[in-house]
């Protein structure tokens, strides 16, 4: 049962034109019957029947269908009520005319879990019912306009609806297959309700239970309708003698009759002017006929298509009407209606096609944008991609201290500088002076490059005990002072500094056994192997590292000392002050000893290192590269005591934040002193490369590049639009048959995957090959970066933008409440 109360409707509200189209209209309807809303043209029957069945918005007012109320235009809630209880008779069809009968009709069972068999089935007993079982698999373009109302009813039948709306179903037809049609329609409203709106009173007089007269917007009339009565054909071109008055003359060779239509006397409109001036003359069996008058004289027959008979004008009345046998099981929906995907398909196809030129202009768009912004990626990926190997020349694990002292006496400052090392330096910590130095290479081969200066420098020295086996690309670990790891990060900037010498060694296990010498302390070190940690790192000896920053300061503790040389100084262990001096000094303190007579003891020259007054107690090889060899804690207190004097130093961490933060948590307690000062030099690099990059801008190409993409969206839009405008007949009818949006809208977005599919993917593709082709040649000294995973995000961004793009058109169309589209 349908309920409507208090329904208003505008259009165009609040503007000049505004036309209040329904006024508080309120009505019941029940389960069955033919029920006919009569009115002229603008009077809003047509308006009061698409918010009915919710093709249309209204203002105010509820309609209640069963047990769903609506209160206003709510999209989806009225979608499923559609598809549920609704069927549609259109006056102008609105059929899919490229396609057959039988889709036209199985497309309203898409909404329902029937398998293709039990669709096929209904159609086939419908079309079988209506009389079109023959024109199955005819196009609709085919069939006359009589038989594209059946295909309509039957589209409406298809489903069992409880209601069928009709919107003036008989306007383009003539008067016999306007009877064929409402006599359908009559006899299907023994089965469920039939909504019908019209303009002709007899055909409503003739066939309606229920008649509506509506007006203005209101209802003016309501009332039970008796169709018993006879409907007289106006069509009937044939002249009825007996529905007209005769005057008759009759002479001795001639008996003439007159007819002439009837008419009330007391009617001057209904009577003809003046008389009728005739001649006729019979002469050689031949009857001439002359008039006076402006008449047009029309000779009987039926060749001429009028004939004159001595009777009445037949009535027609309903035991002469078609009726249809229809017992079809009603059916409960089960989804959204949608399109099968066999027709998105081809839906996506046929939207390529009614492209025509516009397809040719949309993938030369595609192309030329997506090489356009893989050029305009691949310079960006360069100019803001950070190149650690040539931006960073810091090991990332190094934090800096620096104290910086405040305005006090010097003294002060630093006893509280001592304090604060010797509080954070723990013996867990691992420390040094800050590192800066170069390993020169030491080349042994071809004669020609024995003076070719090779270095490599830029890099941090790091304790050897950090370094695992598993970071080794090859070679081993470290035993001895003499001894060093190299990470191939070095190995990499050492290729790229230009040096001949370092074109000889292009592979990792090239640089094993290669002696190279630290440019302040002098050392000869051993590559024993090749690491790979991502830092730009060499790992040696703790004593070692200190000895590139401070190249007077060549010291070597016992423990190094009998790693290095096990056999010959494998039992020797320093007690106290005692100490080893290099060969050559140990001579000269030798020459010393029997000059005075007395013990060889250290004096003025090694007082800088604390160690003057210690006892000489042997000698250790030159090529150990220490001066002297001491105790390890002793090793210890003159790194410290060297921190301190710097007032600076690098503690080597895995937590940067945190050990960043701890330095500077415990400088609190010395503000009055120095400020501490805490940092990543390599974030730092990062970051200062970052800002660099960062103030340079986009540059022209950049801006030429996003203008380009923008307006090639543009014209896509609106390409697509125009094509989505031109197809707009075959969505008003998906629309008004209840197809759901979001069905459609897969159709455009498969046209657009389609499209970008062969135009972006090769061109993205083909473009980035080219790229890393011409910058694998050195000499063409074109430097882009467009990574494979950059390739993948650009296709996987083209296609989310074009879908975005294509559907945006349509889905405002799709959107459109459906009766609007139809305006």
């Given amino acids: 049962m349908i309920k409507i109360e208090k329904l208003d409707k505008y259009f165009n509200k609040g503007k000049s034109n505004e036309n209040h189209v329904l006024k508080e209209v309120s009505l019941e309807l029940?389960?069955?019957?033919?029920?006919?809303?009569?009115?002229?043209?603008?009077?809003?029957?047509?308006?009061?029947?698409?918010?009915?069945?919710?093709?249309?918005?209204?203002?105010?007012?509820?309609?209640?269908?069963?047990?769903?109320?609506?209160?206003?235009?709510?999209?989806?809630?009225?979608?499923?009520?559609?598809?549920?209880?609704?069927?549609?008779?259109?006056?102008?069809?609105?059929?899919?005319?490229?396609?057959?009968?039988?889709?036209?009709?199985?497309?309203?069972?898409?909404?329902?879990?029937?398998?293709?068999?039990?669709?096929?089935?209904?159609?086939?007993?419908?079309?079988?019912?209506?009389?079109?079982?023959?024109?199955?698999?005819?196009?609709?373009?085919?069939?006359?306009?009589?038989?594209?109302?059946?295909?309509?009813?039957?589209?409406?039948?298809?489903?069992?609806?409880?209601?069928?709306?009709?919107?003036?179903?008989?306007?383009?037809?003539?008067?016999?297959?306007?009877?064929?049609?409402?006599?359908?329609?009559?006899?299907?409203?023994?089965?469920?309700?039939?909504?019908?709106?019209?303009?002709?009173?007899?055909?409503?007089?003739?066939?309606?239970?229920?008649?509506?007269?509506?007006?203005?917007?209101?209802?003016?009339?309501?009332?039970?309708?008796?169709?018993?009565?006879?409907?007289?054909?106006?069509?009937?071109?044939?002249?009825?003698?007996?529905?007209?008055?005769?005057?008759?003359?009759?002479?001795?060779?001639?008996?003439?009759?007159?007819?002439?239509?009837?008419?009330?006397?007391?009617?001057?409109?209904?009577?003809?002017?003046?008389?009728?001036?005739?001649?006729?003359?019979?002469?050689?069996?031949?009857?001439?006929?002359?008039?006076?008058?402006?008449?047009?004289?029309?000779?009987?027959?039926?060749?001429?298509?009028?004939?004159?008979?001595?009777?009445?004008?037949?009535?027609?009345?309903?035991?002469?009407?078609?009726?249809?046998?229809?017992?079809?099981?009603?059916?409960?929906?089960?989804?959204?209606?949608?399109?099968?995907?066999?027709?998105?398909?081809?839906?996506?196809?046929?939207?390529?096609?009614?492209?025509?030129?516009?397809?040719?202009?949309?993938?030369?768009?595609?192309?030329?944008?997506?090489?356009?912004?893989?050029?305009?990626?691949?310079?960006?990926?360069?100019?803001?991609?950070?190149?650690?190997?040539?931006?960073?020349?810091?090991?990332?694990?190094?934090?800096?201290?620096?104290?910086?002292?405040?305005?006090?006496?010097?003294?002060?400052?630093?006893?509280?500088?001592?304090?604060?090392?010797?509080?954070?330096?723990?013996?867990?910590?691992?420390?040094?002076?800050?590192?800066?130095?170069?390993?020169?290479?030491?080349?042994?081969?071809?004669?020609?490059?024995?003076?070719?200066?090779?270095?490599?420098?830029?890099?941090?020295?790091?304790?050897?005990?950090?370094?695992?086996?598993?970071?080794?690309?090859?070679?081993?670990?470290?035993?001895?002072?003499?001894?060093?790891?190299?990470?191939?990060?070095?190995?990499?900037?050492?290729?790229?500094?230009?040096?001949?010498?370092a074109s000889l060694y292009n592979k990792e296990e090239s640089l094993l056994g290669l002696k190279v010498i630290t440019t302040i302390s002098n050392l000869e070190l051993e590559i024993v192997g090749v690491s790979d940690t991502g830092e730009p790192s060499v790992y040696v000896s703790p004593y070692v590292a200190f000895g590139m920053n401070y190249g007077d300061k060549k010291i070597m503790s016992d423990e190094e000392l009998r790693q290095t040389y096990p056999e010959e100084y494998g039992d020797v262990k320093l007690k106290g002050n005692q100490i080893l001096v290099d060969e050559n000094q140990y001579q000269d303190y030798e020459h010393q000893k029997r000059w005075q007579s007395g013990e060889m003891i250290t004096g003025q020259a090694e007082q800088k290192l604390g160690l003057d007054t210690c006892k000489i107690v042997g000698k250790c090889p030159l090529d150990s590269g220490a001066e002297y060899v001491i105790p390890k804690d002793k090793c210890e207190e003159i790194r410290m005591a060297y921190v301190v004097n710097a007032k600076q130093f690098q503690v080597y961490t895995d937590d940067v934040e945190g050990t960043i933060a701890c330095f500077e948590k415990k400088g609190k307690d010395y503000k009055d002193y120095f400020k501490v000062r805490a940092q990543s030099n390599a974030q730092l690099q990062i970051e200062e490369y970052q800002k660099e990059q960062k103030e340079s801008g986009l540059n022209a190409g950049y801006i030429v590049t996003i203008a380009v993409a923008v307006l090639s969206l543009i014209m896509i839009y609106f390409t697509i639009k125009s094509n989505a405008m031109a197809r707009s007949e075959e969505l008003t009818v998906y629309r008004l048959i209840g197809i759901s949006p979001g069905s459609i809208l897969k159709a455009y977005m498969l046209e657009m995957v389609m499209m970008t599919a062969y135009t972006c993917i090769p061109a993205i593709l083909i473009t980035s090959g080219v790229i890393k082709f011409i910058t694998s040649i050195p000499s063409l000294e074109i430097y882009l970066l467009f990574p494979w995973w950059m390739a993948a995000l650009l296709i996987l961004a083209m296609f989310t933008v074009n879908i975005i793009v294509s559907i945006l058109p349509v889905r405002k169309i799709l959107h459109t409440p459906p009766a609007q589209l139809v305006q």
């Fill in 30 to 501: 029940g389960d069955r019957g033919l029920v006919c809303i009569l009115g002229e043209s603008g009077s809003g029957k047509t308006t009061l029947l698409n918010t009915i069945g919710g093709l249309d918005t209204f203002k105010s007012g509820t309609v209640k269908v069963d047990d769903v109320v609506l209160r206003k235009y709510e999209q989806n809630k009225i979608e499923r009520l559609r598809n549920q209880k609704f069927g549609y008779i259109f006056q102008n069809y609105y059929l899919l005319q490229d396609y057959t009968v039988a889709y036209n009709v199985k497309l309203a069972l898409n909404v329902f879990d029937l398998t293709e068999e039990q669709k096929d089935e209904r159609v086939d007993y419908v079309l079988e019912a209506l009389g079109m079982s023959r024109y199955k698999k005819k196009r609709i373009s085919q069939l006359s306009g009589g038989q594209q109302q059946r295909v309509s009813i039957a589209r409406a039948l298809v489903k069992s609806p409880e209601i069928i709306l009709a919107d003036e179903p008989t306007g383009n037809l003539d008067e016999e297959n306007t009877l064929k049609t409402m006599s359908i329609l009559k006899s299907i409203s023994k089965e469920c309700l039939v909504i019908l709106v019209s303009h002709e009173k007899a055909i409503a007089k003739f066939f309606a239970d229920r008649i509506i007269e509506i007006k203005d917007g209101e209802i003016k009339r309501d009332y039970a309708n008796d169709p018993s009565g006879g409907y007289q054909k106006i069509d009937d071109s044939d002249i009825y003698l007996k529905d007209m008055e005769r005057q008759r003359v009759e002479e001795d060779f001639i008996d003439l009759s007159l007819y002439r239509e009837k008419f009330h006397r007391d009617d001057p409109e209904g009577q003809p002017d003046g008389k009728l001036h005739i001649n006729l003359a019979w002469k050689d069996g031949k009857l001439y006929i002359q008039t006076e008058d402006n008449v047009e004289l029309v000779l009987t027959g039926e060749e001429s298509g009028c004939v004159m008979r001595d009777a009445s004008r037949p009535k027609l009345d309903q035991s002469q009407m078609e009726e249809i046998s229809y017992h079809l099981p009603k059916l409960k929906a089960g989804r959204s209606m949608g399109l099968p995907v066999g027709q998105i398909w081809k839906l996506a196809c046929e939207n390529i096609r009614m492209l025509g030129k516009k397809h040719r202009f949309i993938v030369g768009i595609l192309l030329a944008t997506s090489v356009l912004l893989v050029l305009a990626l691949a310079d960006f990926m360069m100019q803001h991609d950070i190149n650690k190997q040539e931006v960073v020349t810091q090991d990332s694990h190094y934090v800096t201290v620096q104290l910086e002292p405040a305005n006090g006496d010097d003294s002060e400052v630093s006893k509280a500088v001592e304090k604060y090392c010797q509080e954070t330096l723990t013996s867990d910590i691992k420390y040094n002076a800050l590192q800066q130095g170069t390993l020169n290479l030491s080349y042994d081969g071809f004669r020609q490059l024995k003076q070719v200066n090779a270095k490599i420098d830029n890099f941090s020295a790091v304790d050897y005990s950090e370094l695992k086996e598993e970071d080794l690309v090859c070679g081993r670990l470290p035993k001895n002072r003499k001894e060093l790891v190299i990470d191939k990060w070095l190995l990499s900037t050492f290729q790229k500094s230009g040096s001949v010498v």
